[in-house]
């Protein structure tokens, strides 16, 4: 389906070309009706000349080649002639017309009347013919004809001279037709533009900056904007409840396998299969919450504060096991995500880094042209590019030497997902253990307010 922009640029396209066709018909056929008229005229007046000449020659009608000055009428087959017939049958022409006559009409009438014949050669005229009585009481045929060619030619020469004012009026149409459509699309585009925005800043669209046919659009945006902020906001709550009301038999299922573990039984099987239970609870609830969170509010997280604040409790971590984590970052860096998302993001990913690496942790966040990536290297022993696309699917352990339920890859994907952003796994260029890209498609700076 054609777009409204689509659509308006060919409608005002075609109606302009449309009114420019119609009107330059209309001219054309107005300024050929205005030739026509002159060129009759200018044979009128000819047949009147001729009249009176032949009324002071009726005794000697070879005298009217005196009489008739124009030299087209000296000119044979110039296409301008005259003739005059008596009752008697006989007839006088032009020298024009040579050794030819013109026809005279069938039914002769006392007005003068205008027909189309042929003359000399098939030439195609236009002739005038009347029958005269003159006080002498002698009848003449006056006919006076001149060739269609020059009608023709000048027909030609007033639609060229008029050419290049159709031409410009064409022109002029569009642009105009071009203008009203931007003009008309204007309101549309700063809706589409302020609509992509909405989130920047926590107000509404206002009814008044658009024109009144827009103005109850925007009225139903920001009525569902707010339902569904409300709707967010209940489902996130929802979801917290949810979470607390899980953790407290997950709580107590492990204060029960500690207690049986002090009377000597063996829990490991147990212990292991309950931290996978937390950790598919904890996938499952970040999910639900990222899915009813990217698209429907507000929340900006400032990733400086957060990438500062998880560097300071993974350093202390890194420290009572020997490690060291290094954190480059820049200042004022701000993602359209919600703080608790992008910090269990970079919580996990982090948390691998610090298990896995030998002795380096590097975390770096950047601003680059249309996005933000973080990156978060070690030097531990990385992932093997085959295994790669199994670990961010399934969230399978690929190694079980180190501690841990094998989703934290999973869980960060599940949630970076649900904002458009992407991870992307690698090795290190630096250290040469794993490499987690973090591409976050977002805001650079702090939301104006």
């Not at 777009?3 to 302009?16: I, K, P």
């Not at 003068?112 to 050669?121: C, D, H, K, L, Y």
Request: aromatic content about 4%; proline content about 3%.
């Amino acid at each position: 389906m054609l777009s409204l922009r689509e659509r308006a640029l060919l409608g005002g396209v075609a109606t302009g070309a449309i009114s420019v066709a119609v009107g330059t018909l209309a001219v054309l056929s107005y300024i050929n009706s205005r030739v026509s008229d002159q060129f009759d005229s200018n044979l009128r007046d000819r047949h009147t000349q001729l009249v009176v000449g032949l009324s002071v020659t009726t005794d000697n009608p070879d005298a009217l080649q005196d009489l008739m000055f124009d030299p087209a009428y000296g000119t044979p087959y110039s296409g301008r002639y005259w003739q005059v017939t008596n009752g008697s049958d006989e007839v006088f022409t032009s020298a024009s017309l040579f050794d030819e006559t013109i026809a005279e009409p069938v039914v002769a009438t006392a007005s003068a009347t205008f027909w189309n014949t042929t003359g000399p050669e098939g030439e195609a005229l236009r002739s005038i013919y009347q029958e005269i009585s003159y006080e002498d009481g002698t009848v003449w045929g006056v006919s006076v004809a001149e060739s269609r060619d020059e009608l023709i030619a000048e027909r030609r020469a007033a639609q060229r001279s008029l050419l290049p004012v159709f031409t410009l009026v064409g022109l002029i149409g569009v642009a105009g037709s071009l203008l009203l459509m931007s003009a008309i699309m204007g309101p549309l585009r700063k809706l589409r533009t302020d609509v992509a925005h909405r989130w920047d800043t926590d107000e509404g669209l206002k009814p008044d900056d658009y024109p009144d046919e827009v103005s109850p659009l925007v009225d139903d945006l920001n009525k569902l904007s707010r339902r569904n902020r409300d709707i967010v906001s209940g489902s996130r709550r929802q979801t917290a409840d949810l979470a607390h009301a899980l953790k407290t038999p997950t709580a107590i299922l492990r204060n029960e396998l500690s207690s049986l573990a002090e009377h000597g039984a063996t829990i490991d099987t147990a212990q292991e299969a309950l931290d996978r239970i937390d950790a598919q609870l904890s996938r499952s609830l970040a999910r639900m919450r990222a899915m009813n969170t990217a698209e429907l509010s507000h929340s900006r997280a400032d990733l400086s504060n957060s990438v500062d604040r998880l560097s300071r409790l993974f350093s202390r971590m890194a420290e009572r096991d020997g490690k060291e984590l290094e954190v480059i970052r820049q200042k004022n860096l701000w993602v359209r995500m919600d703080p608790q998302d992008i910090e269990e993001v970079l919580g996990n990913l982090m948390d691998n880094a610090v298990k896995w690496c030998r002795q380096t942790v590097r975390v770096s966040a950047m601003a680059k042209r249309n996005s933000i990536e973080i990156h978060i290297e070690d030097d531990g022993p990385g992932i093997p590019e085959d295994d790669r696309r199994e670990a961010l699917r399934s969230g399978g352990r690929l190694d079980t030497s180190v501690a841990g339920t094998g989703l934290g890859l999973a869980i960060a994907v599940d949630l970076l997902n649900a904002y458009g952003a992407k991870l992307d796994l690698g090795r290190s260029k630096v250290l040469g253990g794993l490499e987690c890209r973090v591409v976050i498609n977002s805001i650079h700076k702090k939301p104006s307010k």
